[in-house]
């Protein structure tokens, strides 16, 4: 019973990487990977990932539909939580006044945080509200594209 446990948890994680990378987005597995990507120019938008079901089932959708949008972030990165617990970690460094949170989103410009979308802005939401909140966002820090 526990095997199969784990066989599934590691096909929802695999899935959960999968439909992230897909939409374009950056895996940041270590602190270092995490440091580089935050310390680049321009606006970057950060996905903390999560198998949880429910909230990122409409997080991970959000992510990918949010991007198609006249002003967008210039990088987009993501961090596993509870999968790379380092980078994870490293990434909530950054985020300020915020406590952890995931799925959830940030966005960063020139290596500054400028704000948050945490999960319970998510979790029981629909993903075009989530989309919706990230536009806003980004047509207040982002260039045209």
Do not use: W
């Amino acid at each position: 019973m526990n095997m199969d446990f784990n066989f599934l948890m590691n096909d929802v994680v695999k899935n959960a990487r999968e439909e992230i990378k897909t939409a374009g987005y950056t895996e940041l597995t270590t602190p270092e990977d995490v440091d580089s990507a935050f310390a680049q120019k321009g606006t970057t938008l950060v996905m903390i990932n999560s198998v949880c079901g429910c909230a990122g089932g409409i997080a991970r959708p959000a992510a990918a539909h949010s991007i198609h949008y006249d002003k967008r972030p210039d990088h987009l990165v993501t961090v596993f939580a509870g999968q790379d617990k380092e980078a994870t970690e490293k990434a909530r460094d950054y985020f300020e006044g915020y406590p952890p949170s995931s799925p959830s989103f940030a966005i960063l410009k020139d290596g500054q945080f400028l704000t948050m979308v945490e999960r319970h802005e998510i979790e029981g939401h629909d993903p075009m509200s989530v989309v919706n909140k990230l536009q806003t966002y980004f047509e207040q820090y982002c260039e045209e594209i």
